[in-house]
């Protein structure tokens, strides 16, 4: 499991690892704030389509030739990232990395549910899919203090050695874990991407779950904002308001871990998506009235990611187990609504003029579509 831990971890870290440094690579490189952003925008799409390839592809020749493959192509973009000249250059770079890391994300997901007994599955897959929760969270802090320290090629030499480090282990220690392969035509995926989207009961658990774990994202694009701008606290301080995410949804989900096999998992999700649109709405109502503070900040982020923790590990294991057979593209299926919802948040916040009040009504959105989702899953036929 450690290995699952660490190759998921790898795909949602290196996303926004990079963003403290911007500034640095930027001056260092003679490129734009707005040319340096699409080193993320690049990795966000290359991790979503990446994870629409290795579903399928790991259903006809394995997981474990798959995983390596997206491995190695992870390690070759970190170095290629590395030794960058040009923005031009570090673009294709990250895009590369992005679909490498796209790997572990689906990968991990599917081992988990080739491997563990069916009692087990919404307990397992809770770690791994807290790691999608934290990661975003986590990587500025570590990317900040390689950038401060050493500065911003630092973060690729991390990277390089977190990635030749996954291609050992997995060459050496990770067993095959899908027994049963399918013929891999184009025609064949594009059908089987066609009967999950009309699955309504997979396709419920999918975008609910898809927003109950992206329902963050808007306050990570919009936190330094309203942290420095709106509230008046320093830089340095940025950071720990992005820890209160890591929290939250660490007791999220382990109380979803714990509890998974004891209570019924529709209970988690209208909970914990129930939980989230609370606070959503909670942020909006005490920003228009003009009382918002950085306590009250914290609390309402801490609590809305509790509720993403409750709720995501039992969508996974729902809309994964939704078909049987189309575990691996339903995997990647599910990945790339997430990464795709995450951008579509982070994106529409920058069309606020005021940073909390475009998070909260973003943030609104979001979580009341999880919570319908969930709704129409629940009454859709099981197939």
């Keep these: 499991m450690w290995l699952l831990v660490l190759v998921t971890l790898s795909g949602t870290m290196a996303m926004h690892i990079f963003v403290p440094a911007l500034p640095l690579a930027g001056t260092d490189l003679q490129a734009s704030a707005a040319g340096m952003q699409q080193t993320i925008t690049y990795y966000v799409l290359g991790l979503a389509f990446g994870q629409l390839i290795y579903g399928p ?119 095959e874990t899908n027994p049963e392969r399918r013929t891999l035509e184009v025609f064949t995926i594009a059908r089987d991407y066609g009967r999950l989207l009309r699955h309504r009961r997979y396709l419920g658990f999918m975008l609910g779950g898809s927003c109950s774990t992206t329902a963050l994202y808007p306050y990570l694009a919009t936190s330094p904002y309203i942290v420095h701008e709106q509230l ?13 995410t890591i929290v939250g949804a660490s007791l ?67 809309s994964i187990s939704a078909v049987p057979g189309l575990t691996g593209a339903a995997a990647g299926l599910y990945g790339c609504g997430q990464m795709a919802i995450g951008a579509l948040g982070t994106k529409l916040v920058g069309y606020g003029t005021t940073p909390a009040t475009a998070c909260a009504v973003v943030q609104i959105l979001i979580t009341g579509t999880a919570l319908g989702a969930y709704r129409v899953a629940a009454r859709a036929k099981s197939v």
Excluded: H
């Excluded at 008046?232 to 209160?244: D, E, K, M, S």
């Design 232 to 244: 008046g606290l320093p830089v340095w301080q940025i950071g720990w308001f992005a820890t209160v």
């Design 57 to 175: 592809v790991s259903d006809t020749i394995g997981r474990r030739p798959t995983l390596l493959i997206g491995l190695g192509l992870y390690l070759v973009a970190s170095i290629l990232a590395l030794f960058a000249t040009s923005l031009t250059w570090l673009l294709f770079a990250r895009l590369a990395q992005a679909l490498g890391g796209a790997a572990g994300i689906t990968l991990g997901r599917s081992i988990v549910r080739d491997t563990a007994a069916p009692g087990r599955v919404t307990s397992d897959l809770a770690l791994l899919n807290l790691l999608t929760l934290v990661g975003p969270g986590l990587s500025p802090v570590v990317g900040s203090f390689l950038a401060d320290q050493f500065g911003w090629r630092a973060i690729y030499v991390f990277l390089v050695g977190i990635a030749a480090l996954m291609v050992y282990c997995a060459w050496r220690l990770l067993p």
């Design 252 to 318: 999220g989900t382990m109380i979803t871990k714990r509890l998974a096999g004891q209570v019924r998992p529709e209970v988690f999700l209208n909970a914990g998506a129930g939980l989230s649109l609370s606070m959503a709405s909670a942020l909006l109502l005490v920003q228009i009235g003009g009382w918002l503070t950085a306590p009250l900040l914290i609390a309402v982020t801490f609590m809305l990611t509790v509720g993403a923790g409750l709720a995501s590990p039992a969508a996974l294991s729902r």
